[in-house]
């Protein structure tokens, strides 16, 4: 049985140092209020048992929580006191300097909470190493500092999350929409070098690749690009080659017809748009930025963006050769073809390519192969999103959103009077647990409410601590960002602010477990039909919030389905610290991703994916559903049904299959979840490697593909997931 300690790192469970704090403290007693050695014993038994019952590692607190109680239970009132008083001395020791054991434990990879605290990162590369590093210190400093203390109590009993502590104490945002057309088009400056406009399409995707990489850097969210803005570079290149062509036939004496000459420039020009989409793909996934992992990027295919028939068509080609080459993955170091992290698709389905006779029908055929092989392109529906993302004006748009789910809400500019989402961003994410929230009360409804505005109250203030911590950055801080057109044009020296304020930017209040609070307060699912009304009636109540914050502030405060990742165990393990083991409630070592069906309901993919779409609506700063599926390939016309679905009934949808490769025996298939000594590890189903670093694993992880393995709450989430089709 493995104890994680206070450093983050395992090591294995010793019963005889419970016996040996219990002995100290019972020796420093007078003799009549001490136990006999049966006695401890017998506690350091109970304590070891209490542990293997439980469904997680246990740390070294809870350890020390369960000795306490068995002590009391013993009636050593005298014993109990010293123990409590040794715990409460070291603690404040500890408090001198919390960062050094962390960062040592870091240094050696024996940090298991750090090691899987996210997908993408490998906790054993140097700058992977650094980042964590720096945001040991930082987290320090927001605990210790910039944070009053009962919001970083309420942080860490779990009944709400700060996210993102490590980049807090920077003046940091989440995540944002790139303005890539204006970039393109009138030039930026990266790393004090000014760009121009490109003068072929293999130039713009350059260019693009090396923007990515700089707004990575500069903010620790997701980024998202549409290909529209690269579309107009087709046609610059088109001429460009066009130009070389009969140059070059002139150089010969040569002369050809006006068909031949185009189907030579076309030739050449597919093989420009192939490497361009090539090397837009490869960069993202080697580029290593300053956080130590690849840009988590987004890109976005949408016909509809573009601004005339010719643009449409060549943006139809990129398309088409982005699907083509995430079709085939990429190489790992065995040279065997795997499916990558990133970039991160979205395919839109609209009426010109949903339907068997659209013009465009070949590219979500293609998509839907795709899909069945790699896991993306996910989906958005121009339909549904259309009556969704209404603006002030009452126009519906269609746009993306800033990474795995994140959407910013309409905006119109008023200087223009026109929609604006390219160059907005997100400034932060703080998260209600509506679990522990419904167990406080105890299943009283009226104290349920009571209970939520306490949390949202603290929800408000760290959203406002987030807010303030940006209030006065200066462009300075991130030029390629704020001076140079990603997000803004502002002057050297200026300071963010007005960007700030008036829905520019969206800040977001994220929730998380609405099933397990459901089942909690009513005792059904939030399927059943008289469960739902009491869901529906808590995203109603968490949307009101907002609008009062919004109101108050004058800034987009917005209800955000949380895609918890490392957070689900920590609130998991939070939960059964507070409650216990509840059936069906916190016997797990996750709870569920925002407003998302259990992973073990049966439920068929049409019908969770309607049953989802009113919560999608009620989650205007992001959600994204999913439909859990086997392997596809051979199924096509499976997937094209789903895909249509979604296009009538859902903004925004994926479908999850496996994708995984075994480097020892070169198994293709799926790697299963398989138990040793209480701990869920990976294994090849075909020659029993169990060896993470000689196997490609990547599962959906929150709406985006992780592929550096997870903490063991996210693991038996994933176990757990029954198949939808």
Known sequence: MQVIKRS?????????????????????????????????????TKVENKCKSLSHAPSVEEIQDLVEDQIMAHSAYAVARIYITYRYTHSLIRQSNTTDSQILSLLECNNEEVKQEN??????????????????????????????PDIVKAHDEGLIHFHDADYYAQHMHNCDLVNLEDMLQNGT???????????SFSTACN???????????????????????????????????RRDVEAELAALGATATQEVVHNVVERRLRDEIKKGCQMIQYQVVTLMTTNGQAPFVTVFMYLGEAADPQTKQDLAIIVEEMLNQRLQGVKNEAGQWITPAFPKLIYVLEEENIHEDSPYYALTKLAAKCTAKRMVPDYISEKVMRKLKVDQNGEGHCYTCMGCRSFLTPYVDPETGKPKYYGRFNQGVVTVNLVDAALTSQGDVDKFWTTLDERLNLCYRALMYRHN??????????????????????????????????????????YAGLYECVKYMTGKSHTDPSATPFALDIMRYLNAACKRWKEKENMDFSLYGTPLESTTFKFAKCLQKRFGVIAGITDRNYITNSYHIHVTEPIDAFSKLKFESQFQQLSPGGA???????????????????????????MYAELNTKSDFCQVCGFNGEIQIVE???????????CGNRDQSKMN????????????FWNQGRTQEIQDRVLHL
């Open 119 to 148: 997908s993408n990162k490998n906790p054993t590369v140097n700058s992977v190493q650094r980042d964590y590093m720096a945001g040991e210190v930082s987290k320090d400093l927001t605990r210790r500092i910039l944070l009053p």
């Open 624 to 650: 994204i559903s999913y439909v859990e599926v086997p392997n596809m390939q051979h199924n096509l016309d499976a997937v094209l049904e789903v895909m249509k679905f979604i296009y009538d009934n859902i």
């Open 189 to 199: 400056v990266i790393s004090g070098t000014m760009i121009e406009k490109p003068h």
């Open 469 to 510: 911590r940006l209030m006065g950055t200066l462009s300075d801080a991130a030029p390629i960002l704020w001076q140079y057109g990603a997000l803004a044009r502002l002057k050297k020296g200026e300071p963010i602010d007005k960007l700030l304020f008036g829905g520019y930017s969206t800040i977001s209040l994220g």
């Open 697 to 708: 694993v990547a599962r959906r992880t929150c709406g985006y593909i992780g592929t550096q």
């Open 8 to 44: 983050g790192s395992e090591v294995e469970f010793d019963i005889t140092k419970i016996i040996s704090a219990i002995t100290k403290a019972n020796n420093e007693v007078v003799s009549a209020d001490r136990m006999t050695m049966a006695q401890i014993q017998s506690i350091a």
């Open 676 to 686: 040793d000594d209480g701990k869920l590890i990976w294994e090849c189903p075909q």
């Open 207 to 241: 260019i693009a690749t090396q923007i990515i990489a700089q707004v990575a850097s500069s903010q620790y969210g997701g980024q998202s690009i549409s290909l529209t803005h690269l579309a107009p570079f087709v046609d610059v290149s088109r001429k460009k080659i």
